[in-house]
């Protein structure tokens, strides 16, 4: 990508992103967890610990390039896209569960996400360019918390001004995901039969899984069925924006972008079928669950 595009547009256009998540977010938000202790426990071991693990085998069983391989890893260890909550909104999931998450994830994305693609980049490459350097440390803090600290900041001194922008600013933050997601596919224009080719069948499967762990992790722990869906969303729809803006401006390689654009466009379709699927099954219980409260 050209430099300008990668140094500039794209750390800002992250920035309104996670701007935008800021504006959604309470101190509440994350006080939450005592109210959810057991799904957001087991959203959050299944998003840091277990899906990396499921990525890394699905990458060395389908034998990818270790460029991709690397990609595919930062995409595994980017927390819950902002998508999440529509999605959640849309099939009868928890959207306060979601919003917790999301907020917890984007914290603790600052210290993992750099481990996991250092890790990544040591085994398939034998350099840790990001690891747990200072200076990149800094710069995954920059690009993530910060925004999101200040969107926070704009809700508590201006909450009818963070309202309005609600839907301005979701709206924008689509625009922006599209806009990257092509970026990265035009850059790579000439290899991307190839790497459709390549890592289409893994991100997909791994997104499958994704969803499917999401969901069930939590129901065999008796979480009760909106929570569980939202942790699925959670931990099915990353964030594919600040993967690829982590590859094309700290890693500086474009092509470890291609995993993030190529799950970014995939996701949104497994997402909504899974939200079909499970919809009936959730409104279900809740009707349940209010019938036996009105007896």
């Known amino acids: 990508m050209d430099s300008v595009l990668t140094q500039v547009f794209l750390p800002v256009a992250l920035g309104i992103v ?5 504006l959604d977010l309470t101190v509440a938000d994350f006080k939450r967890v005592l109210v959810y202790p057991k799904a957001v426990l087991i959203a959050l071991v299944c998003q840091v610990i277990l899906l990396p693990v499921v990525c890394l085998g699905l990458v060395l069983a389908f034998d990818l390039p270790p460029v991709l391989a690397v990609g595919m890893m930062l995409l595994a260890a980017a927390p819950g896209g902002t998508t999440a909550n529509l999605f959640s909104h849309l099939f009868g999931g928890n959207v306060a569960l979601n919003i917790t998450l999301t907020a917890v994830n984007s914290v603790l994305a600052v210290f993992t996400l750099p481990l996991v693609v250092n890790l990544a980049l040591d085994g398939f490459i034998g350099d840790g360019a990001i690891g747990l350097q200072f200076d990149k440390v800094v710069q ?3 690009i993530v918390l910060i925004p999101v600290a200040l969107g926070m900041l704009i809700r508590s001194r201006a909450e009818a001004f963070a309202g309005r922008m609600h839907r301005p600013v979701r709206l924008l933050s689509i625009v922006v995901l599209v806009a990257v997601i092509a ?3 035009i850059s790579e224009r000439d290899n991307i039969a190839d ?3 390549a890592v289409g069948i893994v991100a997909l499967t791994f997104n499958v899984i994704s969803l499917t762990v999401g969901y069930l992790a939590p129901r065999m722990a008796n979480v009760a069925k909106r929570e569980s869906l939202a942790a699925a969303f959670e931990i099915g729809i990353h964030n594919g924006t600040l993967a690829i803006v982590i590859a094309t401006t700290l890693l500086k390689n474009t092509e470890m972008a291609i995993p993030g654009a190529v799950y ?3 996701m949104f379709f497994t997402a909504a079928g899974f939200g079909l699927l499970t919809r009936s099954r959730v409104v279900k219980a809740a009707q349940i669950a209010s019938d036996k409260t009105a007896a």
Request: glycine share 24%; proline share 0%.
């Open 195 to 197: 790497y459709l080719a």
């Open 264 to 266: 970014g466009v995939i």
């Open 18 to 22: 996670m701007l935008g998540l800021g």
């Open 140 to 142: 995954v803090f920059a």
């Open 183 to 185: 970026g990265a596919l």
